[in-house]
Nanobody
Framework: QVQLVESGGGLVQAGGSLRLSCAAS????????MGWFRQAPGKEREFVAA????????TYSDSVKGRFTISRDNAKNTVYLQMNSLKPEDTAVYYC?????????????????WGQGTQVTVSS
């Protein structure tokens, strides 16, 4: 079992930055690839970024590539999402998730564990 708790969301102006954190419980955190997803009102949950178990493979959606950076610290059981140059269209609830594979995956169904989400609001 893995429990995930996100933090770091909030209200920011367009062009600003936020850093999301996701703290995981459990001894096997380093065995999981981790991902960030987001869901805006009235829209489906969409993939944002993912990172392999060792942090060497990173994958991003085209909409955030070059602006967001995913990273992890296995010693702290934490995954991060650094978000720069934020845009109003980045407004959503952001979720972190843990997948049972060691390599990053874009597909929500591959993720067995999910956090409760943290709200990110970008004003124009």
């Amino acid at each position: 079992q893995v429990q995930l708790v996100e933090s770091g969301g909030g209200l920011v102006q367009a062009g600003g930055s936020l850093r999301l954190s996701c703290a995981a419980s459990g001894r096997t955190f380093s065995s999981y690839s981790m991902g960030w997803f987001r869901q805006a009102p009235g829209k489906e949950r969409e993939f944002v970024a993912a990172i392999s178990w060792g942090g060497t493979r990173l994958t991003y959606s085209d909409s955030v590539k070059g602006r967001f950076t995913i990273s992890r610290d296995n010693a702290k059981n934490t995954v991060y999402l650094q978000m720069n140059s934020l845009k109003p269209e980045d407004t959503a609830v952001y979720y972190c998730a843990a997948a049972g594979s060691r390599w990053p995956t874009l597909t929500p169904v591959d993720y067995a564990y999910w956090g409760q989400g943290t709200q990110v609001t970008v004003s124009s």
